[in-house]
């Protein structure tokens, strides 16, 4: 297993965003890194959304000019799944939530990263397990959640995920790495939702339901939660950043595992999804973007 010393080389899977920003969170903390995804077009937007975030950091005083251009010297982008891990310390997978898809990333690459490399996945629901199970046990010890948040260069928080078989030498190694990232980590136990993600979905659903029964206005039911609450951004804004349609692949997805209707989805979130209406991402949620 890699040592702290010895992670200098990271692979990020997925160039979405939260691949960008993981990606540019390792490079900025000293890391060569890699961003892979399917096509050029998607890695060279991903890479421009970084530059475009290191230049807002500029304006704002918090990133020097010669920090932006030495994170930017430290990626390199690639659209060879297994040219992009070859040479990896450490593998994070940020691929769209599908579990069938994830366990074909890792059987991708099993056979070209080195023993020693740390896999990781960066999924915010589905079970660390599950994913493992298309590999060996053996590489199962080195095997992860890494539960980033978006985004990733501004959120302090790192959910650390143990699978069944993950090695305590595997989390230790991580919660080092996660520190020298900048983040505050916490180890939580492969169960569904883990505890962030069980915890922001209740209530962003129930936000939504407020919406759909017309509670309040969008605006206020935020107001309430950023203002009562002191959280720096209220619910159903917070779903717009995540994704609608991903705020619905993890609430059927714990209804589904925990048997719960806590977590059923409103049908308001099911419209919307249904309507293309999927957030920031495509500019029109429960805000306009």
Not at 31 to 42: E, F, G, H, K, Q
Not at 49 to 67: H, N, Y
Not at 77 to 85: E, G, I, K
Request: glycine share 8%; proline share 4%.
């Amino acid at each position: 297993m890699k040592s702290l010393d010895d992670i200098q080389e990271v692979a990020v899977l997925g160039a979405g965003t939260m691949g960008h920003g993981i990606a540019q969170v390792a490079a900025q903390a000293g890391c060569n890194t890699v961003l892979y995804d399917i096509s050029d077009v998607i890695v060279e937007t991903g890479r421009a959304a970084i530059a475009a975030m290191l230049d807002k950091g500029v304006q704002k005083g918090k990133v020097s000019e010669e920090q932006r251009e030495t994170t930017l010297a430290r990626i390199t982008t690639s659209t060879m799944l297994q040219d992009a891990v070859r040479d990896a310390d450490a593998v994070i997978e940020a691929a769209p939530e599908k579990l069938d898809l994830k366990r074909e990333i890792f059987s991708d690459i099993l056979e070209v990263v080195s023993n020693d490399c740390i896999l990781a996945t960066n999924t915010s629901s589905l079970s660390i397990s599950a994913i493992a199970e298309c590999l060996p046990e053996p590489d199962r010890h080195r095997f992860v959640g890494l539960h980033f948040f978006n985004p990733p260069p501004l959120m302090k928080l790192l959910e650390i995920v143990r699978g069944d078989l993950t090695s305590d030498v595997c989390v230790e190694a991580c919660r080092a790495l996660g520190e020298r990232l900048g983040k505050d980590p916490i180890v939580v136990r492969d169960a569904p939702g883990f505890a962030s993600s069980r915890l922001g979905i209740v209530l962003g659903l129930e936000a939504i339901r407020m919406v759909q029964e017309d509670v309040a206005s969008v605006a206020d039911i935020d107001k309430a939660m950023e203002l009562g609450y002191r959280h720096p951004m209220g619910p159903l804004k917070l779903t717009d950043l995540v994704g609608l349609d991903v705020r619905l692949a993890i609430a059927e997805y714990l209804a589904q595992e925990l048997d719960d209707t806590r977590f059923e989805p409103p049908q308001l979130l099911c419209d919307m999804v249904a309507q293309g209406k999927l957030g920031k991402k495509t500019g029109s949620g429960f805000y306009d973007w």
